[in-house]
């Protein structure tokens, strides 16, 4: 399995501002992902965080709403910018090793509540 | 596309075993079961995959009909902190993506 920490675990934020959430694993992993839980909803996938390249995005998310960087094998960074209440969500980033017949692990999740 | 159908929710008695069922008859032959299960709050929690042969783990055994069209998965003893959404998810072995449904809400009782 991995160890997966998300920063900030909640945050309260205004609309028209920006939250960059942090994703940090305790070994390296190949592959990095980002989603979004919506209240009552099931989890959505937003994009995958690509190491030294830009992030394949999902039908439905745009990079300049939601920028990723992930500039090693064990951190990735989400930024939900101009943010309204619509982006209130939790956002969970999950890791995946390759080789074999792979398992996804999540993070405890960024509880984001937009005003 | 919806791959998998469980049912929206179901209730367990505490100290007995909880089956839950899966349904994916359109499944590929290089696609696997998995199972994860979301108890709220938090992020969802790996519980076992499997391709064709029946698994056990810590957690639960999952059981895959021969023709690989259902699956169930089996709490052997449940408590209530295994009151969760559970999901049933089949994904082949190069496709990254966990497809999310609606899952199986499990309540455990006393």
């Known amino acids: 399995s991995a160890v997966i920490s998300q920063k900030p675990s909640r945050d309260i934020c205004q609309r028209g501002t920006s939250l960059t959430i942090q994703c940090q694993v305790d070994?390296?992993?190949?592959?990095m992902f980002w989603y979004r839980q919506q209240p009552g909803q099931s989890l959505t996938l937003i994009a995958t965080?690509?190491?030294?390249?830009?992030?394949?995005?999902e039908s439905g998310f745009v990079i300049d709403k939601f920028p990723i960087s992930r500039p090693n094998l064990t951190f990735s960074t989400l930024t939900v910018s101009n943010m309204s209440p619509e982006d209130s969500s939790i956002y969970l980033c999950?890791?995946?090793?390759?080789?074999?017949?792979?398992?996804?692990?999540f993070g405890p999740g960024t509880r984001l509540l937009v005003l | 596309d919806a791959k998998t159908t469980q049912p929206p929710s179901m209730d367990c008695a505490e100290g007995r075993a909880a089956n839950l069922p899966c349904n994916h008859s359109?499944?590929?032959?290089?696609?696997?079961v998995y199972w994860y299960r979301q108890i709220h709050s938090q992020g969802p929690q790996y519980i076992i995959h499997g391709l064709k042969n029946n698994e056990t783990n810590e957690m639960a055994s999952l059981i895959i009909t021969e023709d690989r069209k259902s699956s169930t998965l089996i709490l052997p003893h449940a408590t209530l902190r295994d009151t969760a959404v559970y999901y049933c998810?089949?994904?082949?072995?190069?496709?990254?993506?966990?497809?999310f449904g609606a899952g199986t809400t499990v309540t455990v009782r006393a």
């Open positions: 998810i089949v994904r082949s072995n190069n496709d990254y993506k966990l497809s």
């Open positions: 965080a690509n190491q030294g390249s830009e992030a394949t995005y």
């Open positions: 070994s390296q992993v190949t592959m």
């Open positions: 359109t499944i590929s032959g290089n696609e696997y």
């Open positions: 999950s890791v995946e090793r390759t080789g074999g017949v792979e398992t996804q692990y």
